[in-house]
């Protein structure tokens, strides 16, 4: 593999880590605190967008670069399994069992949905 297709991924996930930061930031500016609103959307939001570049790219619409460059970077840098697993034990830890379960379950359910929304809205686009 060259080097190329490493800068291609280490670009994207930059570009993925700065949108994730800034759009998580308005979010959760927008909604408060006292749930982690930013992660979910942020995870909801990126789980659709890599159900589209799935598609996109199954129907030769995206260049294996592209896909490289979109879903290994750009969306592995914009989506954060990390931060759900945090927040979600913080809400254990904080007593708030129902929020927790809420969050964690929600968040795998959404991000399910808009996959396979993504994924279907690929088709749609590609004919």
């Known amino acids: ?3 190329e297709r490493y800068l291609l991924v280490a670009l994207g996930g930059a570009l993925g ?4 930061y800034g759009l998580g930031a308005w979010v959760q500016g927008s909604l408060g605190a006292g749930f982690p609103w930013s992660t979910l959307f942020v995870n909801a939001l990126g789980s659709f967008l890599i159900g589209l ?3 996109l790219s199954l ?21 954060t399994f990390s931060s759900l697993s945090y927040e979600t034990l913080a809400l254990l830890q904080g007593g708030e069992v129902g929020k927790a379960l809420l969050y964690a379950f929600g968040s795998l359910f ?18």
């Open 1 to 3: 593999m060259g080097v």
């Open 17 to 20: 880590s700065l949108l994730r």
């Open 53 to 55: 570049t799935l598609r």
């Open 59 to 79: 129907e030769g619409a995206l260049s294996g670069e592209a896909r490289l460059f979109l879903a290994v970077g750009v969306l592995g840098g914009f989506t």
């Open 110 to 127: 959404l991000g399910l949905l808009l996959a396979f929304l993504g994924y279907r809205l690929g088709g749609a686009l590609v004919g």
